[in-house]
């Protein structure tokens, strides 16, 4: 979709999402396919919404947004945490390449949504951003295929 602004500038929104399941046992960081190319010098709106488990250890995963360096993030996670949990919990994303501070989902082979609001100012350099996980511990996590990030090119006004 392109819209234009009030300054004329065409806006422009895409939506991706995964077409399979993501799955990794690494306990590092690991890009999914969920991404898209940023243009330097550009600011966008992110949305993800998606949902996923892991298959052993209630120790859960942790997600980061991986971007060029020089680009600059704010924003917030939403997750589920317990099996028996009624709410999502929220935590800042305050950098790029960073894992989350806490875990998303650490029940075994349940099923958890997950949410993340940003801001990403990309820097001089253009390049991938990404959404990307890491096992705590050990055992394997899945995020599931149709989990969908939304993006809009950004205008300051």
Same mark, same amino acid.
């Given at each position: 979709?392109?819209?234009?602004?009030?300054?004329?500038?065409?806006?422009?929104?895409?939506?991706?999402?995964?077409?399979?399941?993501?799955?990794?046992?690494?306990?590092?960081?690991?890009?999914?396919?969920?991404?898209?190319?940023?243009?330097?010098? +550009?600011?966008?709106?992110?949305? &993800?919404?998606?949902?996923?488990?892991?298959?052993?250890?209630?120790?859960?995963?942790?997600?980061?947004?991986? /971007?060029?360096?020089?680009s600059? &993030?704010?924003?917030?996670?939403?997750?589920?945490?317990?099996?028996?949990g009624?709410?999502?919990?929220? #935590?800042? &994303?305050? /950098? &790029?390449?960073?894992?989350?501070?806490?875990?998303?989902?650490?029940?075994?082979?349940?099923?958890?949504?997950?949410?993340? #609001?940003?801001?990403?100012?990309?820097?001089?350099?253009?390049?991938d951003?990404?959404?990307?996980? /890491?096992?705590? +511990?050990?055992?394997?996590?899945?995020?599931?295929?149709?989990?969908g990030?939304?993006?809009?090119e950004?205008?300051?006004?």
């Amino acid at each position: 979709m392109t819209r234009t602004s009030a300054t004329t500038r065409p806006l422009t929104a895409k939506a991706y999402t995964l077409a399979n399941n993501f799955t990794t046992a690494s306990n590092t960081a690991v890009d999914t396919n969920l991404g898209f190319t940023a243009k330097p010098n +550009t600011i966008y709106s992110v949305k &993800i919404i998606g949902s996923q488990s892991k298959d052993t250890a209630n120790t859960g995963i942790k997600m980061q947004v991986t /971007a060029p360096t020089g680009s600059t &993030i704010s924003g917030s996670w939403f997750r589920g945490v317990t099996a028996q949990g009624t709410a999502l919990q929220q #935590e800042q &994303i305050t /950098a &790029i390449n960073t894992l989350s501070s806490n875990v998303f989902g650490n029940a075994t082979n349940t099923v958890f949504i997950f949410r993340a #609001e940003f801001f990403i100012s990309i820097g001089s350099t253009g390049g991938d951003v990404k959404l990307a996980a /890491a096992a705590v +511990t050990s055992g394997t996590l899945t995020i599931y295929a149709g989990t969908g990030m939304d993006v809009v090119e950004a205008v300051s006004v």
